[in-house]
């Protein structure tokens, strides 16, 4: 690639580096859920207008979901940008730097575009805690016109994108009937017993499950004083597996033993699939490669795969319509938990930010390099052609 355009690039990024880092940590001190985000998604939208984006919101029906473009035709390159917390926690899954991430590379490329020619796109994407804002987007087709997408997210190490399993989400509740549990707990169904069988089951499987796929889950009601027998019970449980045939597999596991526990507590259950279930998330070799090239070539130091990730991201959906990536950048200490208090307060630090803002850049890079080589967008195309052909085992995708 010219080294003007490189210089242009990274120029542009550096020059926002303070005002990207003020918006993160805006964002990181004003913490909101999944769907609810309106103060981010105003300020990201702010932010692009101002620097020459053009900027549709809502979009795909979504009220914290945006889409800022810059240059025109093809190809088109998507930067996806995540900015919802968790309850309690705020920013415990590091979303303010992916928010920012997101921003960096768009406004990296969009300094080379007139000289590449294509397009940049910043997608907002809301609701990947639960809610499937990616879900919902690739359904209503804001990927339709994309060519390959990019987002990166914080993590303990830095790494290509491993890919991630399939999830559902599964509500299990049990019906019983009230009775006083001490004069006359014959005459009631312990709704209560039917959810902790369920749960015990559920463990005990756990053994024989296949090693790359996991099951777990909270108890969400169950009961409400201790001398009534309770009569309603509720279990929040995700299933997870690299294998949609599997996890198929797995969901009818866990129904059967909801039936089980039923039978055995004299009570019924109601085992409903909720929310936008995910699909495992199939990174594009390609783009991986180009990625880590660039991020090494700015200093970054990888760490090898391997084994695929365990967690479970929307971006998997947006996998299999377009080929994309989501590796991960180091922040915090190698034995820090996601989705923790700590994880949350290395997400404000400085050298955090700065980590998201190389991870911009080489985004913006990988971008530059397919946009300006047609041969190597053409492979990337055939390889994702080849895979969705295989049903997502191709290599070359």
């Not at 999830?167 to 019906?175: D, E, G, L, N, S």
């Not at 090693?211 to 995700?238: C, L, M, Q, W």
Request: proline residues 4%; negative net charge; aromatic residues 6%.
């Amino acid at each position: 690639m010219d080294e003007l355009i490189r210089k242009a690039i990274s120029d542009a990024v550096d020059a926002e580096a303070g005002a990207l880092r003020d918006l993160s940590l805006k964002i990181h001190a004003n913490p909101e859920l999944g769907l609810e985000e309106t103060m981010a998604a105003g300020w990201l939208t702010e932010f692009l207008s101002e620097r020459g984006f053009r900027v549709e919101a809502p979009v795909a029906g979504l009220e914290t979901a945006f889409r800022a473009t810059a240059g025109e035709g093809t190809p088109v390159c998507a930067f996806m940008s995540e900015y919802d917390a968790l309850p309690e926690i705020g920013h415990g899954c590091g979303h303010n730097l992916i928010a920012i991430a997101g921003l960096g590379a768009g406004i990296g490329l969009k300094a080379a575009i007139g000289e590449l020619g294509g397009t940049v796109q910043v997608l907002g994407t809301p609701g990947e805690e639960g809610m499937g804002g990616k879900v919902i987007m690739v359904a209503e087709g804001v990927f339709k016109d994309v060519d390959f997408a990019m987002m990166v997210h914080p993590s303990t190490n830095t790494r290509e994108d491993p890919g991630c399993t399939a999830v559902q989400r599964v509500r299990i509740a049990f019906h019983g009937r009230t009775a006083h549990a001490a004069a006359s707990p014959e005459k009631g169904a312990n709704a209560l017993d039917g959810i902790i069988q369920t749960y015990n089951g559920i463990s005990a499987i756990r053994q024989h499950i296949l090693e790359d796929s996991r099951i777990h889950g909270i108890i969400t009601h169950g009961g409400v004083k201790p001398n009534i027998v309770p009569d309603f019970a509720e279990a929040i449980f995700y299933v997870r597996s690299p294998n949609q045939d599997y996890l198929e597999e797995l969901l009818g596991k866990v129904e059967r033993i909801a039936e089980g526990a039923a039978r055995m507590t004299g009570t019924t259950y109601d085992f409903e699939l909720t929310g936008h279930g995910y699909r495992a998330r199939i990174p594009c070799p390609i783009l991986n490669r180009l990625y880590r090239e660039e991020a090494e070539q700015l200093g970054m130091e990888f760490k090898e795969i391997v084994r695929s990730g365990r967690g479970s991201s929307d971006c998997g959906d947006v996998s299999w319509v377009v080929p994309a990536i989501h590796p991960y950048f180091a922040i915090g200490p190698e034995e820090m938990a996601g989705h923790s208090k700590e994880f949350a307060d290395h997400a404000a630090e400085d050298s955090s930010i700065a980590s998201a803002l190389v991870s911009a850049k080489a985004m913006a890079l990988a971008a530059a390099r397919v946009i300006e080589d047609a041969e190597l967008l053409s492979e990337i195309k055939t390889g994702f052609d080849a895979r969705a052909r295989a049903g997502g085992e191709a290599d070359g995708a």
